[in-house]
């Protein structure tokens, strides 16, 4: 048999008829009262619940309250057994999550029918609870995979780009932590600024199209060389674009070289013109370009660094960021937030 029925019940009489009826088909428990109901429950919790309205001390709907109150107890199905017609009883009995009601005196098939029917809805609605908890979890696992997956994409992206430059190894990786943590800052939600990482990885990808002979060139750019590296923007707008799963992904890309007084590229935007994502990253990728080694200078000292930022608030930064950027330059004590090199800890 295997399923276990409580009848709960206080007449000594209905609890033996209740046995009879029940007991061929079904693991049948009895309580006289809804205190020993409890006590029965704390043994062995039933499958399903046969419960008197009528009861001393705790009557059917104090036994239902304090049954939901109980974390172990609380999904036992509940079939109400009563000697009323009434049907005020009945609403009262489905508000409380009664599933079904059985009329006194009983009647063996009525009962059997009944009980054997909730069991097999119960079954069945916790087989459905699992397995949705199941793909759930499936899907969810998928997701975080899917996740992981298009991160460590764009790190390599990032990094292919990087690379074509000796001198900007892993500032793309260094902008998009900076970009995140001036987001963070600014009161942005977890979701936002795991949004601007993603867009700050590969605000760079347009250089893609930029030859590497013009990118590794230490001496002073032509115009037409100069022109050529501004359309890197443009190119990694394009290229990102495409993306349908990550809906903005080109923001960063297309506006980071914006300025706010309007003088950057490629469409000078100005002020809030320039979308806000991009004005972090625009911030985060001056300080980097500060603070990395280059083919014609080394690493500009955190003093130099700072007074740069706050030069260029209002012109080419945001203030908002600009100053969010600096409380992170003096902050940073010993000067760890740039590039590493090789040996170095």
């Keep these: 048999m295997g399923q276990t ?29 809804g205190a020993a109901a ?14 008197d309205y009528h009861m001393p001390v705790m009557d059917g709907f104090q036994f239902i309250e304090k049954l939901r109150e109980i974390e172990e107890y609380k ?22 999550g009664v599933m079904d009601f059985i009329a006194k005196p009983f009647v063996n098939e009525i009962m059997i029918q009944r009980v054997g029917r909730i069991l097999e809805l119960s079954r069945l609605q916790k087989n459905l609870e699992y397995e949705v908890k199941v793909q759930t979890q499936k899907a969810e696992e998928r997701r975080n995979q899917v996740e992981k997956l298009s991160e460590e994409v764009m790190k390599t992206l990032a990094n292919t780009i990087d690379a074509k430059d000796p001198y900007t190894n892993g500032h793309s990786l260094r902008v998009a932590k900076y970009s995140k943590e001036i987001a963070k800052r600014a009161g942005k939600s977890k979701q936002e600024q795991k949004e601007i ?20 060139k230490d001496t002073r750019l032509t115009d ?30 297309r506006w980071h070289h914006e300025r706010y007084d309007g003088h950057g590229y490629p469409d000078g935007l100005a002020g809030t013109e320039i979308p ?31 007074g740069e930022i706050e030069r260029g608030k209002c012109t080419q930064f945001d203030p908002v960021f600009a100053d969010i950027m600096i409380q992170m330059i003096d902050e940073d ?13």
């Design 276 to 306: 806000e994502i991009a004005r972090i990253i625009g911030v985060a990728d001056a300080y980097d370009a500060m603070t990395s080694k280059r083919s014609y200078r080394n690493i500009l000292s955190q003093e130099v660094v700072r």
């Design 224 to 253: 037409e060389e100069y022109a050529a590296i501004r359309k890197h923007p443009a190119i990694g707008s394009d290229i990102l674009k495409t993306i349908e799963e990550i809906p903005d992904i080109m923001i960063g890309a």
């Design 5 to 33: 029925v409580l009848v709960v019940d206080d007449s000594g009489l209905n609890l033996r008829v209740a046995m009879n009826i029940l007991k061929e088909h079904f693991d049948v428990c009895c309580a006289n009262s």
């Design 197 to 216: 990482y993603q867009m700050a990885l590969l605000h760079d990808i347009g250089k893609i199209g930029v030859p590497d002979e013009i990118i590794n």
């Design 333 to 345: 004590i010993k000067y760890t937030m740039r590039e590493k090199f090789k040996g170095e800890v």
């Design 75 to 96: 999904d036992i199905p509940i079939i109400m057994l009563t000697a009323d017609n009434d049907r005020d009883t009945e609403v009262r009995g489905f508000q409380a």
């Design 38 to 51: 409890f006590d029965v429950m704390k043994k062995q919790i039933p499958d399903l619940i046969l419960l």
